[in-house]
């Protein structure tokens, strides 16, 4: 019975154990500098061909952000992990889905263009906030991965504007 006891105790620890190649360190890297576009802070969900209010199902506004936890690099990609506060005001009272297209643009220390990352962020209005047309505040998670070699000195945060 021993034996049993040792050979499930043994395996237990052997199943578990870190499968982590010891080489792959992650490490604290400087979060960039964050800048909300100034073109494209706005966006307004509704019928494109129509500008009528009537025809606009909600507005919404890049509001804040806020780095979740620190700035990682690992051996293959360096992670940042944003949260962004969205405020969204219904208009259309027969609406209820909020479906917003985000735009990332990261840059390094001279400016030059590194990537592009593309992001939806969604969620919904209840039924007391489209009948009172109060603001919603939508809190979108949005993680970017991106080459170790790369250095991020700055990105640029926006909506995506669809025609």
């Not at 049993?4 to 960039?32: G, H, M, W």
């Not at 009272?93 to 985000?102: E, F, G, M, Q, R």
Request: proline share 2%; hydrophobic share 40%; aromatic share 14%.
């Amino acid at each position: 019975m021993k034996k049993f006891l040792i050979f499930f105790i043994l395996f237990y620890l052997v199943a578990c154990s870190n499968t982590r190649i010891q080489s792959d360190k992650v490490v604290k890297i400087e979060c960039p500098n964050v800048f909300f576009s100034a073109e494209n802070n706005v966006y307004i969900d509704g019928d494109n061909q129509n500008t009528d209010l009537e025809n606009i199902n909600y507005k919404a506004v890049l509001n804040n952000y806020g780095f979740v936890g620190d700035c990682l690099s690992d051996s293959i990609n360096n992670i940042y992990i944003l949260d962004i506060l969205i405020l969204a005001e219904p208009l259309n009272p027969n609406y209820y889905n909020i479906s917003l297209p985000i735009f990332i643009l990261l840059y390094d220390l001279n400016g030059n263009l590194l990537d592009k990352q593309y992001f939806r962020i969604e969620d919904a209005f209840n039924d007391n906030q489209i009948t009172q047309y109060n603001l919603k505040e939508v809190v979108g998670k949005i993680n970017i991965f991106l080459e170790d070699e790369k250095k991020v000195d700055s990105m640029t945060i926006g909506f995506v504007n669809i025609n």
